[in-house]
């Protein structure tokens, strides 16, 4: 969904993205501490930390210039779409690290992609409240991804069919929003659902 | 059992994917009609689809900008002040979007000083101008009346405005050149 809106907060602009990330942020928490306990709650507040870290101060690499003249733009700008993706990298990365040295177990990886699921199906319902669309894109967004969420959490667990169908629900939205299958939020979860498929591959081989 | 109907419900998404796909690329060519062309009445505010207040000033130069000659051109509708932090952060990447897409992009930068709230007077800004090399048009608010119109209270404080001379958005603190490009795509 496109951003169309923008929200005070005190003395600064609040992206609507923003706000739909945090609020995502909030529900998975809660539904991976509910279904698997405080530990993967926090593996997976983590995760985002860091996504977030790195998104922010990755500005240094993707405009070093900006930084130099004025530190504070470290403060003010982030590095935006490849900051974001670079952020993905590094928790794909952990991720990948931490099941090579067996610090991530099945069941870790599992509550980890719950979390993620929670996260891009509340952000995408989110987005369509916060913002102007479509009307039919609006409802294919909110339909298909509540329904999944729901379906997902009556009898998902994390096994390789519910990650190809989390793919293939995304896959179905993305082609009716504007951005289509290009689309930042679309490209995540194809990154998630391969970090998630080699995963699974390592710990089986074992 | 399950496995299978996952199985088949992944196809069905994966082929309705694909027939969306395709029946958007054909549609996309014959767009309706612009809603945001079609003449509706002005509502005069701040808030978003309304008309700001018009204002007639003059730049450095003895340029004169008013605000109702730019209908038709998205305007980015800027505040600033030499000694504001974020202001001094923003403006390369302002300057750095101006060069690359006014003419592509059919925009117009105005980039308004409050005068009023100056510490070191019109001789500071000239410094300020020179240093950051600005070249869009830079009009002086000396008495602070636009300044109040316009309701700012934090600067930077930038409006945008779309080709139909209507608010599309307020957005208090600064934007770097990514996110000002955003913005501007998505006028209208």
Known sequence: MLVTHYFTIGNVSVSSSWIALIVAFVVAYSAVRVRYGKKYAEALSDAFFYLIIVWKLSIVITDVSSVIRSPLSLIYFDGGVVGFYLGLAFVAGKVLWDSKKERLTVEGVQALFTGAVAVQAVFQVMMVLLNEGQLVVQVVTVVAFALFALFYWIKGDGSLPFVWLFMAVHAFVAAWQPAGLVGTSFITTVLIGIIVMVVDRRNRCE | ?188
């Open chain 2, 1 to 188: 059992m399950n496995k299978k109907i996952i199985g088949y419900a992944i196809a069905i998404l994966l082929v309705g994917s694909m027939v969306v796909m395709m029946v958007k690329t054909s549609l996309d060519k014959t767009e309706p009609i612009d809603e945001y062309l079609i003449a509706t009445e002005e509502v005069p505010g701040l808030e978003k689809g309304a008309t700001p207040p018009d204002f007639e000033l003059t730049t450095l130069a003895g340029d004169v900008v008013k605000l109702s000659d730019l209908k038709g051109k998205k305007v980015v509708l800027n505040f600033w002040a030499s000694w504001c932090g974020p202001c001094k952060a923003e403006m390369p990447h302002m300057q750095k979007y101006y060069k690359k897409n006014k003419a592509k992009e059919n925009v117009e930068i105005v980039a308004v000083n409050l005068t009023t709230a100056e510490k070191m007077g019109i001789e500071g800004v000239e410094k300020f101008i020179d240093a950051y090399g600005l070249t869009f048009p830079i009009p002086m608010d000396r008495d602070g009346i636009v300044m109040d119109q316009y309701q700012v209270m934090t600067i930077p404080t930038t409006y945008m405005i779309g080709t139909d001379g209507t608010i599309a958005h307020k957005i208090v603190g600064p934007m770097d050149e990514k996110k000002l490009k955003e913005l501007v795509n998505n006028l209208k």
